[in-house]
């Protein structure tokens, strides 16, 4: 493919397939018997989330593990505390929907075959950080269907994966804040991110939960007005 079929702009979509992907997007989000399955995309989000702000803030990433029931583990050297800590800590639940933000950003400049090899390369890159099978086989099954599609359909079809995608993501990134403040409320998740971040920050853990969801929840109008054109 071309440099100049990667960097320029292709066709915006019709209406009604953007609106079909969102509703393909939130069918996928909210059965719990499809979630347990489609979570994983989002876990891979996650825990990448945490291995790019590690590196960003000079923080040595020692690998990443996702595991078949959608929970996962990044592990990092570096000081125990500080800015790069929390930073860390912070980006796991805030990462999937600031990158269907990113992703709906793009799209929203007619951007779709960019986008599509940008999530490409970083699933690659997560590759290289994978430590257990079924994480590898996990990423290279997501990277392959990215890159399958950006490299062998045509724009229509690039179109509908990218939109569906970066909504799964928007949509999806809610999800994950709600699940852990009811397992917080059941006496659950003991070591989660936000209780990480109120050890290192003596901010009561709460606080971090809402600010993961309004991540979120800020993450889909935004992306969500850009994709429908609002």
């Not at 399955?37 to 593990?65: F, K, M, P, Q, W």
């Not at 007619?110 to 699933?123: D, E």
């Not at 950006?150 to 999806?172: I, K, M, R």
């Not at 994950?176 to 901010?203: C, I």
Request: charged share 10%.
């Amino acid at each position: 493919m071309a440099t100049t079929d990667v960097l320029g702009t292709q066709p915006a979509p019709d209406q009604w397939l953007v609106i079909g992907t969102a509703v393909l997007a939130l069918v996928a989000v909210v059965p719990h018997s499809l979630w347990r399955l489609s979570r994983n995309a989002i876990t891979i989000a996650h825990e990448g989330g945490h291995g790019l702000i590690a590196l960003v803030t000079g923080r040595r990433l020692d690998g990443i593990r996702l595991h078949s029931d959608t929970s996962g583990l990044t592990v990092s050297r570096g000081r125990p505390t500080g800015p790069g800590m929390i930073l860390t800590a912070a980006a796991g639940y805030t990462a999937p929907p600031l990158l269907g933000l990113g992703g709906a950003w793009l799209l929203a400049a007619h951007r779709i075959t960019l986008l599509l090899w940008v999530a490409t390369a970083l699933l690659i890159v997560m590759l290289v950080m994978i430590r257990n099978a079924y994480g590898a086989l996990t990423v290279i099954l997501t990277g392959a269907a990215f890159l399958l599609v950006s490299w062998l359909t045509g724009p229509a079809v690039q179109a509908a994966f990218a939109y569906a995608a970066v909504w799964f993501l928007l949509l999806g990134g809610v999800r994950p804040a709600f699940e852990l403040q009811s397992k917080r409320r059941q006496g659950g998740a003991p070591d989660s991110d936000a209780d990480q971040l109120s050890r290192l920050t003596h901010v009561p853990p709460a606080m971090w939960l809402f600010l993961f969801h309004a991540v979120a929840l800020c993450s889909l109008i935004g992306g969500g007005r850009w994709l429908l054109g609002l």
